[in-house]
């Protein structure tokens, strides 16, 4: 018997739940009715039950029987066995339970968040986040996906306070000093999809879609901040309804935004819950890149409404299909918004993210046997995310836009209300394309890595070869190696398209790749070719020497998805030895009228990664590398945005200049944003909002104690999420070290939210002046910061692990997850170690080309 599975002898179909959160004590009573049916004559119930006290358990089974129940709380297990005298009547029965709990301040479960009021005040609400398996935490269920019921809430409250969940309220009574909200049906659901909000809240006029009314909801105040998130809410659930062909599943749609809340977002149906920064914003004052966060955040758990509430994978090995389909959606809803953003080109940063963890030996497939909670959190992950989302976008190319919908349409109506698997998904979509569809998917989706497509000429002939990708030749070996790194088939069914340039002429080709090698004559007149034409293929191209020139001499000619494709896979091939260093750098040098701003993201990341390589005697040199690169750039578009210029435009400027002004050390950008700065402050010339958050990060980069409490009270008096954020980040910019030991100290003693320190402290783990006292800071508080951090912190934290390239701070990090014999779920800290290991590789490899290389700057 499997101990995370419950059994299966008595399952649920209904829930009627009553909750009585108290603010003031920050507890809660609860009870609740279940509708079972039971399928054997057992003496035992078994359901999930976590941080709960259980003072009442009764039965009535089939025959009417009444029996009180012995309780048993398992807190290891999280279940709650109800032991009975008697066998129980197979058929249809009723279990009462009587509960108790407190608002913790985990961010899981049932749980407060504390904010300030308008005045200042300290203000105190309830909410909930149940995903992966913490509904167990607010009530006794059977919480796994597949034990889908309906629920029917009821919510008794302080008559100050206003309650959401997942449906509209259908009544409202009172019972004695409280007010009594009944909420109506559910759909039948997963229990990790319940919510609920309560608190004194405020909410945005509803906006129909069809019939659904769609609000923004924030603690008071905060209303002005809504309308952004309301507008890509109710265009990407339009949107939604179209290309899925099947009406929205609730009754009404709200969007709540949490003071407090440890991940983005999450896809309560319904009741959509984010943190601030996700769903609130002042449009006129914020970047592109800010507006294009929460346009992605509110498309991605509207997606979900569908692909996760409506149809839900049957247990969390299948996560993926959840979360790579919505980040999919998510990409399919904003692009149609916003053509101009061109998200699909932006992708490119994702995808890049998750070819560069599945280049590692410790990565593992997509989808992944899943047994323990723990196990089912580190699926949440840049491999089922954004690797994900890769492979199903390469899969709609591959089959056509039109025909995947249609299997996408199929399946869902035939899942709806149910649960499915991958076969499920891969059959709906063989029958829409009458194609093969596990034959093609199997090696992306269950084996781990991806190939890497060598080009070549050989004697008259184009050469394409596939093997697979890795960083290093051989598997880390550390304290926790597992035996054998899951085989991998080292070939894949690779979907190649290529861009051939022959004659004057363009043609486009579709090549299967199967087999290791295939070869195919040149046209006569042959130019140049690009494989992974579009971009869109979960897999790297190694070209060989001649044709990598051909294309760098060309690069107007290739799609700005292309060129980003170029440099990072160039920059890949470089870190796993296969292309010297001193090639790359001169490849980084034919960019100089680049516009694109993702191609600068991977072009600006690399100069970040060897910034934390090089000796601190060749630093200088590199900022003058980083300064010959990228300054012709914001020379050529000048500091102040030009009329009729796009906001992409925009938004890559800021990008330079906090490159320039920080990585390239550049005093005259450096004094220039604090001239812009000061105006802008002053109010006499406001910045461009693209521009306003970098010559905030300069100026931390350069900055003194004077600038750094300027900062910290203006992180203190935020007046959007935005801008605290960019306050908050810019504290961990100052190099002085006793402001670096100020905003260490600020993760742990409560000035900065749980829900953001583990993410300051990466950061400082990542940056080259601040790492060392970080990496000291964070194993000396370690024990401290897991007690503080909501659950996925302290994983997010130990990232910045990657940031300490250098041999000796790497054998200390070995050292310490020894010795503290540290699991970080899953594959986590393996996958850590080996990026870490593929950093200082590289140093060790190409340090001394690298300074003879600098050594012209
Ligand atoms: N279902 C997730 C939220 C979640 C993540 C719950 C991890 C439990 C564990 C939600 O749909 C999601 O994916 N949120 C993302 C944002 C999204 C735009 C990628 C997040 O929280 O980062
Ligand atoms: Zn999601």
Known sequence: MDPFRLPRAVVPSRYDIRLEPDLTTLTFRGEETIAVSVAEPVREIVLNAVELAVDEAVVVDARGREQWATVGLDEASERCQLAFAEPLAVGAGRLRLVFRGTLNDKLRGFYRSVYKDPSGVSRTMAATQFEATDARRAFPCWDEPAFKAIFSVTLAIDPALTAVSNTRIVS???????????????????????????????????????????????????????????????????????????????????????????AGAMENLGAITFRETALLVDEQAASHAELQRIADVVAHENAHMWFGDLVTMSWWNGIWLNEAFATFMEMLAVDAWKP??????????????????????????????????????????????????????????????????????????????ANADTGDLWAALGRASQQPIPAVMDGWI?????????????????????????????????????????????????????????????????????????????????????????????????????LRERLLSRLPSLGAIERFNLVNDAWAVTAAGLMPITQYLDLTARFRDERDKNVWSVLIGS?????????????????????????????????????????????????????????????????????????????????????????????????????????????????????????????????????????????????????????????????????????????????????????????????????????????????????????????????????LRVAVALREREGAALSAYLARF
Request: glycine fraction near 8%; charge should be neutral; aromatic fraction near 10%.
């Open 607 to 835: 100069l970040h990664t060897l910034n934390r390589l090089v000796t601190p005697a060749d630093r200088p040199k590199l900022e003058a590398l980083v300064r010959d690169r990228a300054a012709p750039a914001l020379a050529a578009l000048g500091w102040t945005p030009q009329p009729g210029e796009d906001e992409l435009t925009r938004q890559l400027r800021g990008d330079l200049i906090r490159a320039l002004g920080t990585l390239g050390n550049d005093r005259a950008v450096q004094a220039r944003a604090a001239e812009l700065y000061a105006g802008h402050e002053r109010g006499a010339a406001p910045v461009d909002p693209n521009v306003l958050p970098a010559l905030i990060a300069v100026l931390a980069h350069a900055g003194d104690e004077g600038r750094y409490h300027e900062f910290f009270e203006r992180f203190r008096t935020a007046t959007t999420p935005q801008e605290e954020q960019r306050y908050l980040y810019a504290l961990t910019a100052f190099p002085k070290p006793a402001l670096v030991e100020q905003t260490l100290a600020r993760t742990i003693n409560g000035e900065i939210r749980t829900q953001d320190a583990p993410f300051v402290a990466r950061s400082m783990l990542m940056a080259v002046h601040s790492r060392e006292q970080a990496w000291d800071f964070v194993k000396k508080h370690w024990d401290t910061m897991d007690r503080l951090y909501p659950k996925h912190g302290l994983r997010r934290m130990a990232e910045g692990v990657v940031g300490l390239a250098t041999p000796e701070l790497e054998a200390d990090v070995h050292r310490f997850f020894h010795e503290r014999k540290i699991d970080l779920g899953g594959k986590t800290l393996e996958q850590y170690l080996e990026q």
């Open 340 to 417: 101009e953003w061109q998200r699909w080109v932006a992708f490119g940063v994702s995808r890049a993210a998750a070819l560069s963890v599945d280049g590692l030996h410790s990565t593992r497939p997509i989808e992944f046997p899943v047994r323990a909670p723990r196990e089912a959190d580190a699926m949440f992950d840049v491999l089922t995310y954004e690797k994900g989302a890769s492979v199903l976008r390469m899969l709609e190319q591959y089959l056509g836009a039109e025909v995947f919908r249609a299997g996408v349409r199929e399946y869902l109506t035939r899942h709806r209300f």
């Open 446 to 546: 269950f084996a781990p890595g991806y190939p890497v497509v060598s080009v070549s000429v050989e004697g008259g002939e184009l050469v394409l070869r596939q093997q697979r990708f890795t960083y290093l030749a051989e598997p880390l070996r550390w304290f926790g190696a597992t035996a054998a790194p899951a085989a991998a088939p080292a070939r894949w069914q690779v979907p190649v398209r290529l861009r051939l340039a022959a004659g004057g002429r363009e043609t486009v080709e579709r090549v299967l790749l199967a087999e290791p090698e295939t070869r195919r004559p040149l046209p006569a007149g042959f130019e140049s070719v690009v494989a992974n034409e579009g971009g869109h293929g979960f897999y790297r191209v190694r070209y060989d020497e001649a």
């Open 172 to 262: 409202k009574t009172r019972d004695g000093a409280r007010k009594v909200a009944r909420f109506a049906d559910s759909i039948v659901m997963s229990t990790y999809l319940v919510a609920i909000v309560v608190g004194e809240l405020e909410h945005t006029e509803p906006t129909l879609v069809g019939a659904t009314p769609v609000s923004i909801w924030c603690v008071p105040g905060k209303r002005r901040l809504a309308a952004f998130g309301q507008e890509i809410a109710v265009a990407s659930l339009r949107y939604f309804e179209d290309y899925y062909g099947l009406a929205y599943p609730g009754d009404k749609l709200d969007l709540l935004a949490i003071p407090d809340f440890a």
